[in-house]
């Protein structure tokens, strides 16, 4: 089978390199060379987070962690922002840890506004909140820094932000934000095959999952700051994982973070020019697209061009390309291109061509 490179915003395509690095020959993970390993990448990530704090490497996809913050940093009650079948579905999951959870919701294809968020954290009530920076189900990228800012006015609400599909395609600095928690599973903007998440915890965030009893082991938060310590991981991880974010980041450091923000702007920009160029609009509110996909409306908001998005998928992987048709109750409405990962002007280009030959057929 001839395989279909993969424009859909998660897993994304997988260089050679990465999986050449990935099937390197497997170690102990508690021996000298796992330590090395890790101690050798733990500053590139923390460049990469913009932190002093230890990254820890989660064998889980995104939601493990998600669901461990929750877990680890929950006491009162947890906010949950809700704009898209990510952010909507971590208000399940805290429910479903047995926390007392309140939905903020906003309407799919709007971003989650500070002010909101401000006039729930004055009740008082929330001990934490979470918040996906980049929405990837509809395409939408909160605003971070003015969210974040709130934290100065309520210090003891534990921030806990997914930037599943957002970490690496922009400055996300974890200290200076002065947030709790940070993650990121890495099948998305990073690359990787899925099966691996990163994160940062605040001190303030390890002091009170400390202090938390019900926190399980597997996700145990002091576990990994202990284990991370000795460039270790609490239980096994997936080692394959490892070498291939170490080959990553080398990738990343070699081309510059600030060449790697830039590549992601600019064929972000040219993915919505193609938009543009066909008629369609785009479904996030103008000002909160995000930069690492677009979700083109196909209907799901007023005028602009529609098309049969079954057929235009179709004819797009016929010639080797696999889009997304849209996701949850947007599907069908809306479908989603995503210039995560590697993908140069070149290589976007590529796609476009297929795009417009397919819809020259529609
Ligand atoms: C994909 C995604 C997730 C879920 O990731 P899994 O790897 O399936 O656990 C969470 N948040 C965002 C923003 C995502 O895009």
């Given at each position: ?28 993970h ?23 704090q230890l990254v820890y490497l989660s064998t889980s996809s995104a939601w493990g962690v998600m669901e461990g913050s929750v877990r680890n940093l929950v006491h009162?009650?947890v906010?949950n ?5 990510f952010?909507?579905k971590w208000?399940d999951v805290s429910k479903k840890c047995g926390k007392?959870a ?26 934490a909140?979470t ?27 534990m921030?806990i932000v997914d930037a599943v ?15 709790d928690v940070l993650l990121a599973g890495t ?7 899925p099966g691996l998440a990163v994160f940062a915890a605040s001190?303030a965030a390890l002091a009170k999952a400390a202090t938390t009893k019900d926190r399980g082991y597997y996700f145990d938060f002091v576990e990994f700051q202990k284990n991370a310590e000795?460039?270790m991981t609490p239980s096994t991880p997936s080692?394959?994982h490892v ?120």
């Amino acid at each position: 089978m001839p395989h279909v490179k993969l424009h859909i915003p998660g897993p994304v395509e997988v260089s050679e390199k990465t999986f050449k690095a990935f099937c390197s020959p497997m170690i102990g993970h508690r021996g000298q060379g796992f330590k090395d390993l890790y101690a050798k990448i733990q500053p590139q990530l923390q460049q990469l987070l913009y932190t002093k704090q230890l990254v820890y490497l989660s064998t889980s996809s995104a939601w493990g962690v998600m669901e461990g913050s929750v877990r680890n940093l929950v006491h009162k009650k947890v906010l949950n922002c809700m704009c898209g079948a990510f952010s909507d579905k971590w208000f399940d999951v805290s429910k479903k840890c047995g926390k007392s959870a309140e939905a903020l919701q906003v309407e799919w294809g709007s971003p989650i506004r500070a002010e909101l968020i401000d006039a729930k954290l004055a009740t008082g009530e929330f001990d934490a909140l979470t918040l996906i920076h980049n929405e990837t189900s509809t395409g939408v990228m909160s605003p971070l820094c003015e969210i974040a800012a709130l934290k100065k006015k309520y210090p003891d609400v534990m921030f806990i932000v997914d930037a599943v599909s957002s970490l690496t395609a922009l400055p996300i600095k974890f200290d200076e934000l002065g947030i709790d928690v940070l993650l990121a599973g890495t099948q998305k903007a990073f690359a990787l095959p899925p099966g691996l998440a990163v994160f940062a915890a605040s001190p303030a965030a390890l002091a009170k999952a400390a202090t938390t009893k019900d926190r399980g082991y597997y996700f145990d938060f002091v576990e990994f700051q202990k284990n991370a310590e000795q460039s270790m991981t609490p239980s096994t991880p997936s080692i394959g994982h490892v070498y291939a974010l170490s080959s990553k980041l080398d990738d990343f450091f070699a081309e510059g973070l600030e060449a790697r923000f830039a590549r992601h702007a600019k064929t972000n920009q040219l993915t919505r020019d193609w938009a543009a160029k066909h008629g369609f609009n785009l479904f996030p509110e103008k000002g909160y697209e995000s930069v690492t996909l677009t979700c083109v409306s196909n209907g799901a908001r007023p005028g602009g061009r529609t098309v049969d998005v079954a057929k235009l998928q179709k004819l797009v992987k016929d010639q080797g390309f696999l889009i997304d048709g849209g996701y949850g109750k947007i599907k069908g409405t809306t479908f989603r291109l995503s210039n995560m990962g590697d993908e140069t002007e070149a290589t976007m280009n590529q796609l476009y061509v297929a795009l417009d030959q397919a819809m020259a057929q529609l």
